[in-house]
Protein backbone atom coordinates (compact mmCIF):
# COMPACT_ATOMS: atom_id res chain seq x y z
CA UNK A 1 0.00 0.00 0.00
CA UNK A 2 1.59 3.52 -0.81
CA UNK A 3 1.50 5.98 1.22
CA UNK A 4 2.49 9.92 1.54
CA UNK A 5 3.45 11.82 4.19
CA UNK A 6 4.00 15.72 4.12
CA UNK A 7 6.17 17.80 6.37
CA UNK A 8 7.46 21.34 6.43
CA UNK A 9 4.27 23.61 7.21
CA UNK A 10 4.26 26.19 10.14
CA UNK A 11 3.63 29.76 9.99
CA UNK A 12 5.13 32.55 8.74
CA UNK A 13 5.22 35.89 8.03
CA UNK A 14 3.98 37.42 4.12
CA UNK A 15 7.41 37.63 2.07
CA UNK A 16 8.66 34.43 4.09
CA UNK A 17 9.50 30.96 2.55
CA UNK A 18 8.62 27.64 3.51
CA UNK A 19 9.61 24.17 2.17
CA UNK A 20 6.84 21.58 2.30
CA UNK A 21 8.46 17.76 1.99
CA UNK A 22 6.44 14.59 0.75
CA UNK A 23 7.87 11.67 1.64
CA UNK A 24 6.31 8.83 -0.68
CA UNK A 25 6.80 4.74 -0.53
CA UNK A 26 4.94 1.79 -2.02
CA UNK A 27 4.70 3.46 -5.33
CA UNK A 28 4.42 1.43 -8.04
CA UNK A 29 5.83 1.64 -11.67
CA UNK A 30 3.10 2.97 -13.32
CA UNK A 31 2.83 6.05 -10.89
CA UNK A 32 3.92 8.93 -12.82
CA UNK A 33 4.14 12.29 -10.51
CA UNK A 34 3.39 13.92 -7.42
CA UNK A 35 1.35 16.70 -7.26
CA UNK A 36 0.84 19.36 -4.68
CA UNK A 37 -2.99 20.63 -4.12
CA UNK A 38 -3.78 23.17 -1.05
CA UNK A 39 -7.47 23.50 0.12
CA UNK A 40 -8.45 27.11 1.97
CA UNK A 41 -11.66 27.05 4.42
CA UNK A 42 -14.44 27.43 2.67
CA UNK A 43 -12.73 26.70 -0.66
CA UNK A 44 -12.89 24.20 -3.35
CA UNK A 45 -8.86 22.00 -3.47
CA UNK A 46 -6.69 23.69 -5.51
CA UNK A 47 -3.61 22.05 -7.44
CA UNK A 48 -0.68 24.72 -7.23
CA UNK A 49 2.62 22.37 -8.67
CA UNK A 50 2.96 19.12 -9.67
CA UNK A 51 6.36 17.10 -10.98
CA UNK A 52 6.95 14.13 -12.50
CA UNK A 53 9.62 11.61 -11.58
CA UNK A 54 12.03 11.62 -14.52
CA UNK A 55 10.94 15.00 -15.20
CA UNK A 56 13.18 18.33 -14.21
CA UNK A 57 10.74 20.85 -14.58
CA UNK A 58 7.44 21.25 -12.77
CA UNK A 59 4.18 22.82 -13.77
CA UNK A 60 2.68 25.43 -11.70
CA UNK A 61 -0.84 26.90 -11.27
CA UNK A 62 -1.26 30.62 -12.55
CA UNK A 63 -1.34 31.80 -8.50
CA UNK A 64 2.06 30.47 -7.48
CA UNK A 65 4.01 30.53 -11.21
CA UNK A 66 7.62 32.53 -10.47
CA UNK A 67 7.19 31.78 -6.01
CA UNK A 68 6.94 28.28 -5.89
CA UNK A 69 9.87 25.69 -7.22
CA UNK A 70 8.68 21.89 -6.93
CA UNK A 71 11.88 19.11 -7.28
CA UNK A 72 12.02 15.73 -6.80
CA UNK A 73 14.94 13.41 -5.04
CA UNK A 74 14.11 9.96 -6.68
CA UNK A 75 17.00 8.58 -4.56
CA UNK A 76 15.06 9.81 -1.40
CA UNK A 77 11.47 9.11 -2.15
CA UNK A 78 10.89 12.57 -1.98
CA UNK A 79 9.32 15.85 -3.27
CA UNK A 80 9.84 19.03 -2.31
CA UNK A 81 7.93 22.30 -2.82
CA UNK A 82 9.88 25.55 -2.38
CA UNK A 83 7.38 28.27 -1.31
CA UNK A 84 8.85 31.62 -1.79
CA UNK A 85 7.15 35.54 -1.20
CA UNK A 86 4.21 33.70 0.29
CA UNK A 87 1.32 36.21 0.39
CA UNK A 88 -1.59 35.84 2.95
CA UNK A 89 -3.71 33.84 0.28
CA UNK A 90 -1.42 30.81 0.11
CA UNK A 91 -2.72 30.53 3.63
CA UNK A 92 -4.07 26.96 3.58
CA UNK A 93 -3.57 23.09 3.83
CA UNK A 94 -1.54 21.99 1.26
CA UNK A 95 -1.64 17.77 0.19
CA UNK A 96 0.92 15.93 -1.88
CA UNK A 97 -1.05 13.15 -4.16
CA UNK A 98 0.42 10.44 -6.41
CA UNK A 99 -0.88 10.00 -10.09
CA UNK A 100 -0.74 7.45 -12.73
CA UNK A 101 -2.02 9.77 -15.24
CA UNK A 102 0.24 12.22 -17.54
CA UNK A 103 -2.06 14.47 -18.31
CA UNK A 104 -4.18 17.36 -16.71
CA UNK A 105 -2.20 17.75 -13.44
CA UNK A 106 -4.13 19.69 -11.53
CA UNK A 107 -7.11 17.79 -11.76
CA UNK A 108 -7.57 16.00 -8.14
CA UNK A 109 -9.78 13.18 -9.24
CA UNK A 110 -6.65 12.11 -11.35
CA UNK A 111 -4.49 11.46 -8.08
CA UNK A 112 -5.44 7.84 -6.21
CA UNK A 113 -3.49 8.41 -2.96
CA UNK A 114 -2.72 11.25 -0.94
CA UNK A 115 -0.58 12.29 2.53
CA UNK A 116 -2.51 13.63 5.47
CA UNK A 117 -2.06 17.24 4.79
CA UNK A 118 -0.06 19.82 6.43
CA UNK A 119 -0.56 23.23 7.57
CA UNK A 120 0.86 26.64 5.99
CA UNK A 121 -0.14 29.98 7.71
CA UNK A 122 0.84 32.96 6.36
CA UNK A 123 0.09 36.20 8.66
CA UNK A 124 1.46 38.91 10.08
Known amino acids: QAQLVESGGGLVQPGGSLRLSCAHS????????IGWFRQAPGKEREGVAYIGFTGSTGEYSDSVKGRFTVSTDNARNTVNLQMNSLKPEDTAVYYC?????????????????WGQGTQVTVSS
Open 97 to 113: AATNRLAHWYIDIFYNY
Open 26 to 33: GLTSDYYG
